[in-house]
């Protein structure tokens, strides 16, 4: 998996890594129990901190994208039990960004049917 990752943005670097390996499980270009790479690995083909790899690879496991053990190393894993309150806080707040843009309903389905196929936002 290549990572894309911005050293000027107000995104820190842990972040950039979850929501790209997010990406990268919600389009099949991650499936689950595939291998990451370790965080040595990571960081070195990053150009990036131990410390910010591993601390993108903890969030990935508390939300439930990964998964660890001692011989597997991290895999990437699917959670359990739906969004979680916080994404779809997230997912209203964006909506309501974009009613205020002056997008209307139509549009805005429209923008979401192209992101969810691929279509939009950088894909």
Known sequence: ???RLDFHSDVPIY????NQVVAAIASGELKPGERLPTV???AEEAGINMMTASKAYQ???AEGYAATGRREGAVVHLPEGGANPETLEGLRLRICELRLAGMGKEEILALCGKIFDGEACGK
């Open 1 to 3: 998996m290549l990572l």
């Open 59 to 61: 969030l990935l496991k």
């Open 15 to 18: 972040q950039q890594i979850r």
């Open 40 to 42: 040595r690995a990571l």
